[in-house]
């Protein structure tokens, strides 16, 4: 069995999808843990992700493309489908956009994971803007009792991982914003807390195309943060 599943949702992400993707993979190539598999679950309407692909598997990775033609745009979804075909001991899951800081990152969080009873971890990260060479704010993961009104103390679902055989839920299809928040929570409440690896792993990208950018951004992000909020707040009452 393939040690760790690298799940990567992926769109055309307003043209830059296959710039941030190749970043993404070029940081796996690298990895010092090689016994992995990529899994692209694609929901872009052209070829230009599934070409990305098609390269790296001609250079002898072990990486897969499908056309995720279901729930378009909603990312939730997509990453689900993505986690679903992951065939490994331990699922990561990357955002197309962001990427592995350390080349050890793979090889620290399956040693992390395969030596405790623990079932998911998530990891330190810091962030960079566009460009992926200056990096900022290094965000080392901690626990909170206010996920569910929107205090994210972790980060992005990029900074997580959890043994495939032991973890069968997937993110509210529902939330887009509390996606990441509202699975931390629900995770706790069936496994416990995660393991903290303090260490930056993983790079955010901050860019303007983000989803959760356009978000803040837009006029109403007041009340979709709130009726997301709402939602959570009466699925777990």
């Known amino acids: 069995m393939t040690k760790v599943s690298i799940a990567i949702p992926t769109w055309e992400n307003n043209g830059r999808g296959v710039e941030f993707l190749d970043d993404l993979i070029r940081t796996i190539e690298i990895q010092t843990l090689t016994d992995y598999e990529v899994i692209v679950s694609d929901h872009s309407e052209n070829n230009d992700i599934k070409n990305v692909v098609k390269h790296y598997e001609r250079k002898g990775m072990n990486i897969k493309h499908v056309r995720n033609t279901e729930n378009r745009g909603n990312g939730p979804a997509n990453t689900n489908a993505a986690i679903d075909l992951c065939t490994g001991e331990v699922v990561k899951i990357m955002f197309q956009d962001d990427f592995f800081y350390d080349d050890e990152a793979l090889e620290k969080i399956y040693g992390c994971l395969t030596n ?38 972790i980060s992005s679902p990029s900074v997580m991982a959890f043994k495939r055989d032991k973890v069968t839920e997937r993110f509210d299809e529902n939330v887009s914003m509390m996606m990441d928040c509202e699975m931390y929570y629900r995770m706790e409440k069936t496994h416990g807390q995660p393991i903290f690896l303090h260490d930056d792993l993983v790079t955010n990208r901050v860019h303007e195309g983000q989803i959760s950018m356009q978000t803040y951004n837009s006029t109403d992000y007041a009340d979709k943060m709130e009726k997301e909020i709402q939602y959570c707040a009466k699925k777990h009452s």
Not at 120 to 138: A, E, I, M, Q
Request: glycine letters at 8%; one cysteine or more.
């Open 116 to 153: 405790v009873e623990n079932d998911w971890l998530v990891c330190g990260c810091n962030h960079t803007r566009s460009d992926g060479r200056d990096f900022y704010w290094t965000l080392m993961p901690t626990w909170n009792n206010e996920f569910l009104k929107g205090v994210n103390s």
